[in-house]
Structures are given as C-alpha cells and as structure tokens.
C-alpha cells in the first residue's frame, strides 16, 4: 500500500486527472473523498471536461465546487494544456497521481511517455521519480494493444485498477458500484477512508 509523503509537517500533494474515458462518476466521487484528507492538484483534459457534463452535468470548475461541497483551499486546478506547470517538473514536491477515470489514449500516452498534455507529462514525471502512479481505465473489451500497454505502465511502476467493480457486498445502486472502486483507490493511497464494507467471510 502506498503511503503519503510528508514534509515539514505537511502532507504532500496528490495530483487527480481526469480524462475522457467513462466513468466521471469515480471521478467526482474519489475528489470528494479527497478534498478533507489531502491537497489535490487537479487537472481535467478537455476530454474530461467533456465527459463530465455529458455523465454528471458538470461543465466547468464552480459546476464541480457546487456538487463537490468542501475545503477546496488546499485544492491547486491547472490546465492541461500547461507543460511548465508545477506538476510537470520531477523537482515537484508530490505524493503521487491518479488518472481517474483514464482514456485508453492516456493510457497509451504514459506507455510510450509521449507527454503532449499535462496530465501525461506529470504521468511520465511520477514514473521517472519512482512516485505512485494509478491509473483507473474504464473500457472494454481490451484490444491487444490496450493490454499491451497496460502491461507497459505496471512493469514500469505504476498500479492499473480497472473500474471493475465488485458484488460479493450485496450493491443496492450505482453508489455502492462507485464506492468499491473508489475505495480501491483510496486504499493504494494510503489515505483512511471508508466507502465500502470489505470482505469478510465468516
């Protein structure tokens, strides 16, 4: 499990991208788990942006505030078209990433570490660093390619969690699907929140 990287006192920022695969409800779900436990650099593709209104109806940064309720000071928003952002540069002080939910075209991105985007360059960035990567993909079926270069990031470090969720836990809605998955993210985080029941088998 990874854990928070800690200076002077303070906890390090994560950065949380979201791009254009389905699933924008992971992605509202795990910044709002986020948003009291640790600071947040938050990049949103245009795709994601996209996404977003078209799954949820949120459309801009104050539409995300507005569903998201919480202390959104410690939360830094860049855009993705800016490379010479903070989270672009190894000399960042980070915990790690999660691209959530993540395209099969960023997923092919950070394998070949093309870096065009923000989001992809501060994926390459986490790699080079030895910094947690996870990457959250949502598609099926999965061609060759698409496990071939998921296959690529997880030797190169980073953590692949399918948005697959689970149902041993008797789900009643879309919000228990959401909180498995989420939940297993969290959990690679290393930050204490719980969404979902775990397993037990007594």
């Given at each position: ?16 991208a ?6 924008a ?97 501060a ?18 079926p ?12 997880a ?27 989420v ?7 290393g ?10 088998a007594?």
């Open positions: 499990m990874t854990t928070n990287r800690i200076e002077n006192g303070d906890l390090l920022p994560w950065v949380v979201v791009t254009g695969a389905s699933g409800r992971y992605a509202v779900r795990l910044i709002e788990s986020l948003l009291a436990e640790v600071p947040i650099h938050l990049i949103v593709s245009g795709h994601g942006w996209r996404l977003l209104e078209h799954e949820t109806g949120i459309k801009d940064l104050d539409a995300l505030k507005t569903r998201v309720p919480g202390p959104w000071d410690r939360v830094t928003v860049f855009p993705d078209d800016d490379r010479g952002a903070t989270p672009a540069s190894g000399s960042a002080r980070l915990s790690g990433m999660v691209v959530c939910p993540c395209s099969m075209g960023t997923v092919s991105a950070i394998a070949h570490g093309s870096s065009r985007s923000l989001v992809e360059r994926a390459d960035v986490m790699l080079k660093e030895r910094r947690p990567l996870i990457v959250v993909p949502r598609e099926t999965l061609s060759l390619i698409h496990l071939r270069n998921l296959t690529t990031i030797e190169a470090g980073g953590i692949v969690i399918p948005a697959a969720p689970g149902f041993y836990n008797d789900p009643q809605g879309i919000d228990d699907l959401v909180n498995f998955v939940q297993r993210i969290v959990d690679q985080m930050v204490n929140v719980e969404l979902a029941p775990r397993w037990n007594e």
